[in-house]
């Protein structure tokens, strides 16, 4: 087996729900790409949102990707119990002047919006931005303020292993973001680039519906001096009405995939789907690895 170098891959799961299957698609090709080169997986919880994660899903997703025959190294991760770390990166941008306290409820977030960007969120305007401190004392006696960072006009370009190069300028694509929110939760922008810093990973492969949040992570790894991981976006696995599959997409959850297929199975289908085998047969991750290429990859979002 190749090892061009020390690949750290990653599985990063939300515990909201039982896994589905385009959740298995993303972790079963991450983990090929890491395995296949000789790397490390790792894997991290992401259960900051205390109103959608519970640890009994947490569980479940361990013992799912057991099952499916994915495994990772070390213990795994628990975003919640990380705040410390969160806490710190945050002071260090509150530090560097970029964070400021946003008053404004979610309807006046949407007002006060630019035109959506293409994944249907809204482009904050920045207007607590120009607040002046007098103003931001009296917002403060009867709100609890979220936390944005300001991030300038720079376009950000990378260039992804999947989708090719990209682009996205920080100001008129994202916005400034939220990086904690009114009730103290730190946000996922900032708790990824953390946690991506800290375990150490060098691959990150997951859905293309995240593709544009590539520009504000590398902008805030450039921002706590972290390093970049390189980034591969996969297609998304539509549901058979061509919308993205949700959580409750009960058939395609694995507790219902496991009543007709067994792990090798559904394997095998979605090896089939990365184009990784000619037909849907019966096979485990392991009897993967050789198959495995990232030029084989379908690049458009399908349907199984
Ligand atoms: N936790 C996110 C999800 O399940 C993935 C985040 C990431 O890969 O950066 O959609």
């Given amino acids: 087996m190749e090892t061009k170098r020390n690949i750290v891959g990653r599985f990063a799961p939300s515990p909201s729900g039982r896994m589905h299957l385009g959740n298995l698609w ?18 991290r919880l992401e259960d900051l949102d205390p109103d959608r994660c519970r640890p009994e899903y947490c569980d479940q997703i361990l013992r799912d990707l057991e099952w499916l025959g994915l495994d990772w190294d070390g213990i795994p991760v ?5 705040t410390e770390f969160y806490a710190e990166a945050f002071r260090e941008l509150e530090g560097q002047g970029l964070i400021y306290p946003c008053f404004c409820t979610r309807a006046e977030r949407l007002a006060a919006s630019a035109p959506h960007r293409s994944d249907g969120s809204a482009v904050y305007d920045g207007g607590c931005g120009r ?7 009296e ?13 300038p006009e720079d376009t ?17 694509d994202c916005g400034d973001f939220i990086l904690r929110r009114s009730d103290g939760v730190y946000a996922y922008q900032l708790a990824v680039v953390v946690d991506d810093g800290a375990m150490g990973v060098t691959q990150v492969v997951r859905g293309s519906d995240l593709l ?20 591969g976006h996969l297609p998304l696995l539509l549901a058979s009405d061509g919308r993205r599959l949700a959580k409750r997409d009960r058939d395609q959850e694995l507790g219902q995939l ?30 993967l690895l050789p198959l495995f290429s990232w030029e084989m990859l379908p690049k458009e979002d399908f349907s199984m």
């Fill in 78 to 82: 628990y975003q919640s119990r990380r």
């Fill in 156 to 172: 950000i370009t990378y260039s992804d292993l999947l989708q090719g190069d990209y682009y996205g300028n920080l100001k008129r």
């Fill in 258 to 287: 496991q009543i007709q297929y067994t792990a090798p199975e559904i394997v095998g289908r979605l090896a089939c789907a990365a184009k990784l085998i000619d037909r849907s047969e019966p096979i485990t991750p392991r009897e």
């Fill in 212 to 231: 544009s949040s590539v520009p504000r992570q590398l902008w805030l790894q450039e921002r706590l001096g972290l390093p970049h991981p390189e980034y």
């Fill in 131 to 137: 607040l002046t401190a007098e103003e931001r004392a």
């Fill in 26 to 43: 993303s972790c079963l090709l991450a983990w090929l790409a890491a395995r296949s080169a000789g790397g490390r997986m790792v894997l």
């Fill in 139 to 151: 917002l403060a006696k009867t709100r609890r303020p979220s936390w944005r960072v300001r991030v």
